[in-house]
C-alpha cells in the first residue's frame, strides 16, 4: 500500500510531506492506458494533488487541473481527504520523443496553459460551499515546478516541490513514483532554508532513492540532511473513484426524461464510461424505466 506521511521541522515553521504512489500511478495507468510521457505527467500530477492534500485541514475535494495547448490536452487530479486520488487526462495516448537528457518530454506534451488548484468543503453538512480556485499560468510545465510557482504566487507560501516517476517498458510500468513537499511557514530561518536548498540540490534523484526501497520517512531524512524533523501522521493513499452503478443512473438521468425515453426505445438501455477511473457501466431496460418512473 502506498504511504503519506506530513510533519514539521525546524520548531514547526517548515511543513513537510513525502509520500510514495508507485501504486497508485500504476493502477492510473493502467485504467487510461497513457503513452509512457502521459503515464509520467498523470504519476506527477496525482502525486503533487495528494501532498498538496495533506497540507490542507478543512477540504473535502482538491483538485488539480492543467489547461493546456499541448498534445495532452489537458490533465486533472482530485484528491480527497483520506487519500484517495483520481485522475483524467484528455489525450492518454500523447507522446513526443525523449528529450537529449533522456527524460520524458512532460513540458512538451503540455506546452502553455493555466494550472488551477480548486478547493472545494462543505460536502457533509450537506452544503456546497463557493469553492476555493487559485491559477497561476504554466511556466515550467514539468509539473513540480507549477506546483511550487502557484503555491508561491497563490497562496504566498515559498515551497519546493519535488516529483518522480520512473517507468520500464515491462506491466505494470511504474518502477517508483512519489514526492517531496517542504513549505516555509512564516518565521522561516533563511538560513535553514539555504541549507534545505542545497542539501535538495545535492541529494540522490527521488525516484532512485525510492526504486531502492526507501519509505516517505526515509525520503524526507535524505531530503533535509541534517534538519530534523518529526512525523505527524501517516495516511495511506490509493487510488479510487467514486463513481458507481447509482452515480451513473443519476448522470443518465440528467439527460431528461426525452433522452431517457429516446434511450429505452431505441437501444433498450445506455452504457457509460467514467473519465476519471474508465469504468464502464451499462444500464439496462430495467434500469431506464426505473429512471423515467422518477421524473
Ligand atoms: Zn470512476
Given at each position: 500500500?502506498d504511504?503519506?506521511?506530513h510533519?514539521?521541522?525546524?520548531d514547526?515553521?517548515i511543513?513537510v510531506?513525502?509520500t ?43 483538485t ?8 495532452v ?16 487526462v ?47 499560468p ?5 509539473i ?26 515491462v ?14 511557514m ?5 538560513h535553514?532554508?539555504?541549507?534545505i ?9 527521488l525516484?532512485?532513492?525510492?526504486s531502492?526501497?526507501?519509505?516517505p ?18 495516511t ?6 467514486s ?21 429505452l ?10 473519465g476519471?477511473?474508465n469504468?464502464?457501466?451499462?444500464l ?12
Amino acid at each position: 500500500m502506498d504511504k503519506l506521511v506530513h510533519g514539521t521541522a525546524a520548531d514547526g515553521t517548515i511543513r513537510v510531506v513525502a509520500t510514495i504512489t508507485t501504486n497508485t500511478t500504476a493502477e492510473a495507468i493502467r485504467r487510461h492506458q497513457t503513452s509512457p510521457t502521459v503515464s509520467a505527467a498523470l504519476g506527477r500530477m496525482l502525486t503533487g494533488t495528494l501532498m498538496l492534500g495533506a497540507t490542507l485541514k478543512d477540504f473535502d475535494r482538491l483538485t488539480s487541473r492543467i489547461d493546456c495547448d499541448g498534445p495532452v490536452g489537458g490533465i486533472i487530479a482530485e484528491a480527497n481527504r483520506t487519500g484517495g486520488v483520481r485522475g483524467y487526462v484528455r489525450n492518454p495516448v500523447a507522446e513526443l520523443p525523449a528529450k537529449s537528457n533522456g527524460k520524458f518530454d512532460v513540458s512538451g506534451i503540455i506546452g502553455s496553459g493555466t494550472f488551477y488548484v480548486m478547493r472545494e468543503s462543505g460536502f457533509e453538512i450537506g452544503l456546497h460551499r463557493e469553492p476555493y480556485v487559485g491559477s497561476v499560468p504554466i511556466t515550467s510545465g514539468e509539473i513540480a515546478e507549477d506546483f511550487a510557482f502557484y503555491l508561491a504566487k497563490s497562496e504566498q507560501i515559498p515551497s519546493a516541490v519535488m516529483l518522480g516517476v520512473l517507468l520500464n517498458n515491462v506491466e505494470p510500468y511504474v518502477v517508483a513514483s512519489g514526492g517531496v513537499l517542504v513549505q516555509m511557514m512564516p518565521g522561516a530561518n533563511e538560513h535553514i532554508i539555504t541549507i534545505i536548498e542545497d542539501t535538495i540540490a545535492n541529494a540522490p534523484h527521488l525516484t532512485s532513492l525510492i526504486s531502492e526501497g526507501a519509505t516517505p520517512k526515509d525520503l524526507l531524512k535524505t531530503l533535509l540532511g541534517v534538519i530534523e524533523f518529526e512525523i505527524m501522521g501517516e495516511t495511506p493513499v490509493e487510488f479510487t473513484c467514486s463513481c458507481s452503478h447509482d452515480r451513473a443512473m443519476a448522470m443518465i438521468s440528467s439527460l431528461g426524461r426525452t433522452e431517457v425515453e429516446s434511450m429505452l426505445a431505441e437501444q433498450n438501455g445506455a452504457e457509460m464510461t467514467c473519465g476519471f477511473c474508465n469504468e464502464n457501466y451499462v444500464l439496462n431496460e430495467s434500469d431506464l424505466i426505473r429512471i423515467i418512473e422518477n421524473f
